[in-house]
């Protein structure tokens, strides 16, 4: 059942935060394995690929019953053609930058876990009115959540207006603000636009610095290859500089990240970490950039 309904037998519509993201290339995978007769091996690599990275947000799952539900809501996810849709009523019990912590922490896992399967993805998340259940989904926000979508180009999660709002107002919680989790979560591209920081999530901070380096290269090597990909693909000139633009930007991001890693922390990371590329995207922390 979905949580709007348990949660709501009205149908009344509720506050959410709302995702509407679009697998990058799928469209044109799935048709070519149609073609290539290997549609039942595709579905199943985007199906697993969904499932595990929506497995602990997903409502009625094993790992949301062991949780106390008056304190942690799940979010409704659904996968559609090319697009996946997440929405997560607010809790008004938990403080709103605790419960956004634990969102973009939530999102940014999602968006990395999809990309390590090969799926880059581009989205947009809002805030406001939402209702989701089996028959139909409707809100503003989801509204909202598509023109963004649209509006990100590259392979990034932008925020709405009054989502960014609400991240400024946590700022003002902290006396330092570049030293709010925010100002890791979220970076700023050349084009204004704030977006979520899932290579963030590769990384954690206990006492020291660990990552996990084959995820890094992972990332880099599916980089390389659908710059490769498009780079010889049989496509007019502007559609193909189109899609390149995509990787390109990606590409400058994932080096941006890491040589900021390396910086703070005494160069840990190896030089086959970096993709040998500048594209001329540029990227900033919100607050303070490093």
Same mark, same amino acid.
């Given at each position: 059942?979905? &949580?709007?309904?348990?949660?709501?037998?009205? #149908?009344?519509?509720?506050?959410?935060?709302?995702?509407?993201?679009?697998?990058?290339?799928? =469209?044109?995978?799935?048709?070519?394995?149609?073609?290539?007769?290997?549609?039942?091996?595709?579905?199943? =690599?985007?199906?697993?690929? %969904?499932y595990?990275?929506?497995?602990?947000?997903?409502?009625?799952?094993? %790992?949301?019953?062991?949780?106390?539900?008056?304190?942690?809501?799940?979010?409704?996810?659904?996968? %559609? =053609?090319?697009?996946?849709?997440?929405?997560?009523?607010?809790?008004?019990?938990?403080?709103?930058?605790?419960?956004?912590?634990?969102?973009?922490?939530?999102?940014?896992?999602c968006?990395?876990?999809?990309?390590?399967?090969?799926?880059?993805?581009?989205?947009?998340?809002?805030?406001?009115?939402?209702?989701?259940?089996?028959?139909?989904?409707?809100?503003?926000?989801?509204?909202e959540?598509?023109?963004?979508e649209?509006?990100?180009?590259?392979?990034?999660?932008i925020?709405?207006?009054?989502?960014?709002?609400?991240?400024?107002?946590?700022f003002?919680?902290?006396?330092?603000?570049?030293?709010?989790?925010?100002?890791?979560?979220?970076?700023?591209?050349?084009?204004?636009?704030?977006?979520?920081?899932?290579?963030?999530?590769?990384?954690? &901070?206990?006492?020291?610095?660990?990552?996990?380096?084959?995820?890094?290269?992972?990332? #880099?090597?599916?980089?390389?290859?659908?710059?490769?990909?498009?780079?010889?693909?049989?496509?007019?000139?502007?559609?193909?500089?189109?899609?390149?633009?995509?990787?390109?930007?990606?590409?400058?991001?994932h080096?941006?990240?890491?040589?900021?890693?390396?910086?703070?922390?005494?160069?840990?990371?190896?030089?086959?970490?970096?993709?040998?590329?500048?594209?001329?995207?540029? %990227?900033?922390?919100?607050?303070?950039?490093?």
């Amino acid at each position: 059942m979905s &949580i709007y309904k348990k949660e709501n037998p009205n #149908k009344e519509l509720m506050r959410s935060y709302c995702l509407f993201i679009d697998l990058l290339g799928f =469209s044109a995978d799935m048709l070519q394995a149609e073609l290539d007769k290997t549609y039942q091996q595709h579905f199943l =690599s985007v199906y697993n690929a %969904f499932y595990e990275a929506t497995n602990n947000i997903r409502y009625n799952t094993e %790992f949301y019953n062991n949780i106390s539900s008056e304190l942690y809501r799940a979010w409704e996810c659904k996968l %559609f =053609s090319d697009n996946i849709l997440l929405g997560s009523p607010l809790n008004q019990s938990i403080h709103e930058e605790s419960l956004f912590g634990r969102i973009i922490e939530e999102i940014a896992n999602c968006q990395l876990k999809l990309t390590l399967n090969g799926y880059f993805v581009r989205g947009g998340w809002s805030i406001g009115n939402l209702y989701i259940d089996e028959v139909m989904a409707y809100g503003a926000s989801l509204v909202e959540a598509v023109g963004l979508e649209k509006k990100a180009k590259f392979p990034r999660i932008i925020l709405s207006n009054e989502m960014l709002n609400i991240v400024n107002r946590h700022f003002d919680f902290y006396k330092m603000p570049h030293e709010a989790p925010q100002n890791s979560d979220l970076l700023i591209s050349n084009d204004g636009e704030v977006f979520v920081n899932y290579l963030n999530r590769i990384i954690y &901070i206990e006492e020291g610095l660990f990552y996990e380096k084959q995820d890094i290269i992972t990332h #880099k090597n599916l980089i390389l290859q659908n710059l490769l990909k498009f780079e010889k693909a049989n496509l007019p000139f502007e559609e193909r500089e189109k899609i390149l633009a995509k990787y390109k930007w990606v590409a400058d991001y994932h080096n941006y990240f890491f040589k900021c890693i390396n910086k703070q922390y005494d160069d840990p990371l190896d030089s086959d970490c970096f993709i040998d590329f500048n594209f001329g995207y540029k %990227f900033s922390r919100l607050k303070n950039p490093i």
